[in-house]
């Protein structure tokens, strides 16, 4: 089992930055892929960026050059750097990680809301 714990949530102002974390417990050696996904109410959840175990990164597509998705191995913890916040980045941001056998775990997620 892999235990997920986001935190760094919160309220800013549109333009605003935010940096959220995820520590992550457990059977942390099997872990390849984490990512965050975002969901606000009446859409569907949604990528908002991934790191594999090598480095590479993928952005969704509200992310790209404005987020930044990190993984500090030693401390067993991802990051998102969150800069030039939008309302419409207003959301539940989820914390995942996939394991070298296809499993997915779910953090409780983390609420950002960003203000006009």
């Known amino acids: 089992q892999v235990q997920l714990v986001e935190s760094g949530g919160g309220l800013v102002q549109a333009g605003g930055s935010l940096r959220l974390s995820c520590a992550a417990s457990?059977?942390?050696?099997?872990?390849?892929?984490m990512g965050w996904y975002r969901q606000s109410p009446g859409n569907e959840r949604e990528l908002v960026a991934i790191?594999?175990?090598?480095?590479?990164?993928e952005y969704g597509d509200s992310a790209k050059g404005r987020f930044t998705i990190s993984r500090d191995n030693a401390k067993n913890t991802m990051y998102l750097q969150m800069n030039s916040l939008k309302p419409e980045d207003t959301a539940v941001y989820y914390c995942?990680?996939?394991?070298?056998?296809?499993?997915?775990?779910w953090g409780q997620g983390t609420q950002v809301t960003v203000s006009s």
């Open positions: 790191i594999r175990r090598t480095g590479d990164t």
């Open positions: 995942t990680a996939v394991s070298s056998t296809r499993t997915n775990y």
């Open positions: 457990g059977r942390i050696y099997s872990i390849n892929t």
